[in-house]
């Protein structure tokens, strides 16, 4: 059965960056486009960053360029999120996702077939 474990959330001080991880089992995640979205409180899931599976292209939404990064290590079956500049705005439970069926990837969460539960990232002084 297909899994993603996300960690690496926490609390930080705006300005600070964190590092998340999300680990993938029982799929070839080189065979994946990959995620991260984004979860305020009242709010809908939003699309952070996505990578391809095939030639490596990432995507990230506006309010995070030049802050985040995504990158994935198909042989550890991980992908990680680098968020440097945290702001009190990044606040939010982050979730990664994984679907073999985009050719490209989506920053809109109705694409993804298999996500995992979530890590909370605070940011706050």
């Known amino acids: 059965q297909v899994q993603l474990v996300e960690s690496g959330g926490g609390l930080v001080q705006p300005g600070g960056s964190l590092r998340l991880s999300c680990a993938a089992s029982?799929?070839?995640?080189?065979?994946?486009?990959v995620g991260w979205f984004r979860q305020a409180p009242g709010k809908e899931r939003e699309g952070v960053s996505c990578?391809?599976?095939?030639?490596?292209?990432?995507y990230y939404a506006d309010s995070v360029k030049g802050r985040f990064t995504i990158s994935r290590d198909n042989a550890k079956s991980t992908v990680y999120l680098q968020m440097n500049t945290l702001t009190p705005e990044d606040t939010a439970v982050y979730f990664c996702?994984?679907?073999?069926?985009?050719?490209?990837?989506?920053?809109?969460?109705?694409?993804?077939?298999?996500w995992g539960q979530g890590t909370q990232v605070t940011v706050s002084s």
């Open positions: 029982d799929l070839t995640l080189d065979y994946y486009a």
């Open positions: 990578a391809t599976k095939t030639n490596g292209v990432t």
């Open positions: 996702a994984a679907d073999r069926n985009l050719w490209e990837c989506a920053l809109h969460p109705d694409w993804y077939d298999y």
